[in-house]
């Protein structure tokens, strides 16, 4: 029986989330399937049914070995964009062992649906997710933390000296990657399991404080609340992602390394004595 689902860029959106008959999911199973493969599973929107008519369909390949590893792989069939990348249970194994990719792959990896599981290896893996604990992995969560805001100390002086030139475009560029490393830094010290990437920021907004000056900075950065009218959008933003510095490090100081916790607050300090204007 051949599906032939109605484009979806053609389609209307409705209330009820899109679903993936067999008839659709089968045939392609088979055409991704090989000598190789030991299991292809569904991710993403389509298996938690939270799908719109312009979700991909994410499928996950598993091999064997590392060296069958492949680059994601994009195509479309019957107007949906699928993607296949091709990886083993070893590489996810590993994952789970570092809070930086933890906190992205535990919740991907317990919402899979198992379309073909040949050696039953991804449904243990599955099921030992339900024993993980983040405790095991706060200490590397706290160093790696850690490491990130002093890496950045650098991108706080990049914004410093950039602001009064108000070269914009560099500017974006210094405001993109602080926005990018606050908020990881968050994330992982805190163990923030990721439910899915649309909700990424809500969720650590909500570990920081909804009504907390973290968030109050982090939106203005974002370019989502009121800037001031005294400034110019992009050099208010710019503050405001230097208040998130701060106020990153005020969250996270406890669980700084002590060596590199005296440079990070070096540049706290720096920041202050800048006397820049208020938001």
């Known amino acids: 029986m051949n599906y032939t689902p109605q484009n979806p860029l053609m389609k209307e959106a409705s209330s009820a989330a899109p679903t993936l008959p067999e008839a659709f999911l089968q045939p392609l199973v088979a055409e991704i ?5 030991t299991a292809i599973v569904l991710g993403g929107s389509y298996a938690r049914g939270e799908a719109t008519p312009y979700s991909d ?17 994009y ?15 070893a590489f996810y194994q590993q994952s789970i062992a570092r809070p930086e990719t933890a906190i992205w792959v535990v919740p991907s990896m317990r919402e899979c649906r198992i ?12 099921q030992s997710l339900a024993a993980f604990a983040w405790e095991a ?6 160093a790696y933390a850690s490491g990130r805001l002093l890496l950045f100390t650098e991108y706080v002086h990049k914004v410093l000296s950039i602001l009064p030139g108000r070269n914009e475009l560099a500017l974006a560029y210094a405001i993109q990657e602080l926005l990018y490393v606050l908020t990881e830094a968050l994330a992982v010290q ?8 649309n909700d990424y920021y809500a969720q650590v907004q909500e570990v920081a404080g909804l009504d907390s000056a973290w968030t109050r900075y982090h ?25 998130l510095y701060q106020e990153t490090v005020r969250l996270l100081r406890e669980a700084l390394h002590p060596q590199e916790r005296e440079v990070i607050e070096q540049a706290v300090q720096i920041i202050e004595q800048a006397h820049l204007p208020t938001l």
């Open 190 to 197: 805190r163990g923030v399991l990721i439910q899915r990437g």
């Open 75 to 89: 195509f479309y069939r019957s107007g949906y964009l699928i993607s296949v990348p091709t990886r083993t249970i």
């Open 115 to 126: 379309l073909l599981d040949k050696e039953g290896a991804f449904a243990a893996f599955q």
């Open 137 to 142: 992995l706060q200490e590397q969560a706290n």
């Open 33 to 37: 399937d090989s000598d190789e493969v």
């Open 57 to 73: 369909v994410d499928f996950l390949r598993l091999v064997r070995e590392e060296s069958q590893r492949q680059p994601k792989r």
């Open 219 to 243: 939106r203005m950065a974002l370019g989502l609340d009121p800037l001031p009218e005294h400034l110019s959008p992009i050099e208010a933003r710019g503050i405001a992602a230097l208040g």
